[in-house]
């Protein structure tokens, strides 16, 4: 590896990520807080079931930033070759199009990456704190960290607040518990943007939207043809697609059934 290969965007932000967040737990642990008396008590099992959350959001976080969104291949797979013959066979009207940067055949719902430089399918957004895009195969994981990492925050919060002491001369609480209020504010700051980001992925989710076709829905040639979302299925369906898969199939079939619907229904 190249030595200036360690200076990526990539590989600084997972770094300062992994630094803050166990930076934010030494913290934690070094001063006066709920972790401290627990242990002081002998009640190990919290502070572990806290070390354990937060290994584990930052496992997810890495998991999200280091894997495949779902690139669409420049050079299909014979399983692929059989989706485009079956794509084939889908009523014309569906809008594919050729990507202008990459040249490749362009499913529905996917999108150029002018970042990774790459179409991925099923495109929600390119997220900088991760330096990678969320996409098909890693926003189920990528809605499960957000969780994950929500829980993380708001305990991490409530033990900063356990050990802030207020009554006490200005430069005495500065120099005990300045680095500790500094913490919390800043855990203040990330759970709030978290408890945002959670609660506007849960609703597209819900309603099988992205936040690509959310904000540019005006742009997006098979969303402008319909009144309504052509791939919101229910709540339950929308769901259960989502993070299990199911129903399966593609999105040019699901858009294909919609219209059917449309031209039945008009009749």
Same mark, same amino acid.
């Given at each position: 590896m190249a030595p200036w290969a360690l200076l990526s965007p990539g590989v600084l932000v997972r770094t300062g990520h992994t630094v803050l967040t166990w930076g934010i737990t030494l913290v934690l642990f070094l001063h006066d807080t709920a972790l401290r008396q627990w242990e002081e008590q002998g009640e190990l099992l919290l502070p572990l079931i806290f070390l354990l959350l937060?290994?584990? !959001?930052?496992?997810? /976080?890495?998991?999200?930033?280091?894997?495949?969104?779902? /690139?669409?291949?420049?050079?299909?797979?014979?399983?692929?070759?059989?989706?485009?013959?079956?794509?084939?066979?889908?009523?014309?009207?569906?809008?594919?199009?050729?990507?202008? /940067?990459?040249?490749?055949?362009?499913?529905?719902?996917?999108?150029?990456?002018?970042?990774?430089?790459?179409?991925?399918r099923r495109y929600d957004h390119h997220c900088p704190w991760m330096e990678n895009c969320v996409g098909e195969r890693n926003h189920p994981l990528f809605v499960a960290y957000l969780a994950l990492q929500l829980v993380v925050l708001l305990w991490g919060l409530y033990l900063a607040w356990s050990?802030?002491?207020?009554?006490?001369?200005?430069?005495?609480?500065?120099? !005990?518990?300045?680095?500790?209020?500094?913490?919390?504010?800043?855990? !203040?700051?990330f759970s709030l943007v978290a408890g945002l980001l959670l609660a506007s992925h849960l609703y597209l989710v819900g309603s099988n939207t992205t936040t690509w076709e959310f904000i540019s829905s005006h742009r997006i040639a098979y969303l402008r043809q319909r009144p309504g979302n052509p791939f919101d299925r229910g709540l339950i369906r929308n769901l259960a697609h989502f993070f299990c898969g199911w129903p399966s199939g593609s999105w040019e079939t699901l858009w294909a059934e919609e219209e059917e619907e449309g031209s039945s229904q008009a009749v």
């Open positions: 937060v290994l584990g !959001s930052l496992l997810l /976080y890495l998991a999200v930033s280091l894997m495949d969104p779902g /690139y669409v291949n420049v050079q299909p797979q014979p399983q692929e070759e059989a989706k485009e013959e079956q794509t084939a066979m889908v009523p014309q009207t569906i809008p594919l199009r050729r990507c202008r /940067y990459c040249l490749v055949l362009q499913p529905l719902r996917a999108r150029h990456c002018r970042e990774c430089r790459r179409c991925v050990g802030l002491r207020f009554f006490q001369p200005w430069g005495l609480w500065l120099r !005990s518990s300045g680095l500790l209020f500094a913490t919390f504010l800043l855990l !203040s700051l």
